[in-house]
């Protein structure tokens, strides 16, 4: 893939992903608002799917756009997060300084072209069944928090994500027991891949790259032309990208303000 503009890459990648925040759990694309050249997405009090991506990378950011991307995010309390792409209008980064907001971590945005990979997959991988979607999101908790949901709610929560219309949810299956999860999903030729997760026990087998793949071919059956994805940065997600042929296209910081 030859190098694309950087600002125009980020604003494809930063709103196919919001898309897909947006279309998961209530009250779906109706919570997100236009704001800035990005989208702001908010799910409630304290929801992990709550956010504002992309703004800024349609130029400048007033005062007044971050008052409204505030008002909407912060309605019922608790803390704003502000993601900020690297390539993003400066004028965001100085507004969000001035108001006290702190950086709360950074993520690396991978990409490359979905081909689907020569190798064959460690484990069979497909996308899951409606009646495995339970089990899914207990194996997306175990392999995210070590541990099972201990709530009704937080399965709940969980659930949203296979559920999402637009996602697709996939299993790594190891002789019948599922051992790896991941999610996909599509919005304008860019393939989002999100939500990878391995249980501790089978961790290093190359679960999570066979992931990846199979990914990469549903983008490329689909028609996609650019796919992508985002990890902390020296993570073994990170390891795992740059296995399967991804480049770090940009950094983006998740800034995070106290109401």
């Not at 694309?4 to 925040?21: G, H, K, S, T, V």
């Not at 004028?91 to 702190?102: D, H, I, Q, T, V």
Request: aromatic share 6%.
């Amino acid at each position: 893939m030859s190098s694309p503009d950087l600002r125009e890459l980020a604003r494809r990648i930063e709103r196919a992903e919001a898309e897909q925040l947006a279309r998961t759990g209530e009250p779906g694309p109706s919570g997100a608002l236009e704001i800035g050249g990005g989208l702001v997405v908010s799910k409630g009090t304290g929801s992990p799917f709550s956010a504002a991506l992309g703004v800024g990378l349609a130029g400048a950011v007033t005062a007044a756009e971050v008052d409204r991307i505030e008002a909407h995010l912060g309605s019922g309390g608790g803390a704003i997060r502000i993601e900020i792409a690297a390539p993003a209008d400066a004028s965001l980064r100085a507004e969000l300084a001035r108001r006290g907001y702190r950086i709360e971590r950074f993520h690396q945005i991978w990409f490359r072209a979905p081909e689907p990979l020569p190798d064959a997959p460690a484990v069979e991988v497909r996308p899951i069944r409606r009646e495995e979607e339970r089990l899914w999101a207990e194996t997306f908790a175990v392999a995210y928090f070590g541990r099972m949901p201990q709530y009704a709610s937080m399965l709940e929560g969980l659930l949203t994500m296979p559920r999402a219309p637009g996602n697709v949810a996939f299993g790594a299956f190891e002789r019948g027991a599922l051992a790896g999860v991941a999610l996909a999903s599509a919005h304008r030729g860019v393939a989002t891949l999100s939500g990878a997760g391995v249980v501790p026990e089978r961790r290093g087998a190359g679960i999570q790259l066979s992931l990846v793949r199979a990914r990469l071919a549903w983008a490329a059956a689909l028609g996609s032309d650019l796919a992508a994805s985002a990890t902390e940065p020296g993570t073994a997600s990170q390891r795992t990208l740059e296995k399967a042929g991804f480049r770090c296209a940009y950094p983006r910081a998740v800034l995070v303000r106290e109401r």
